[in-house]
């Protein structure tokens, strides 16, 4: 199965559980460890289960082989890791905190710090 044929499967089970805010980036130019992203938001730690779990059943009934799950016993962030396609469900303060759009959004890190010099990512 594609990768992109994957992550739709992926977001089609994200919104058949109402999930907000879902976002896929390709993230192939930035690593080689997984083509796609997709970031999705629940609205309690039940939620976030139920999507990560709707998710992970979707894939494996169509023969996708998972590498694992992770963060079930919270709900606060579940990871379903499909290989190519990764998958976060987090809590919204969870999401605003660690800010994956915009550490994976194809920008390099730079900041200056406080009595420093400025920082950049090489590529």
Do not use: C
């Amino acid at each position: 199965m594609e990768v992109q044929d994957i992550a739709k499967l992926a977001v089609t089970a994200l919104e058949d559980i109402k999930g907000k805010d879902i976002i896929e980036l390709d993230t192939s130019p930035l690593t080689s460890l997984f083509q796609r992203m997709i970031v999705a938001t629940g609205d309690s730690n039940r939620q976030v289960k139920a999507l990560a779990n709707n998710v992970a059943v979707t894939l494996k009934e169509a023969g996708v082989d998972l590498v694992g799950t992770e963060g079930h016993e919270s709900g606060e962030w579940v990871l379903v890791d499909a290989g190519d396609v990764v998958i976060h469900v987090m809590l919204p303060a969870v999401r605003d905190y660690y800010d994956l759009e915009q550490l994976w959004g194809g920008q390099k890190p730079s900041f200056t710090p406080v009595g420093g010099r400025p920082w950049q990512a090489n590529s």
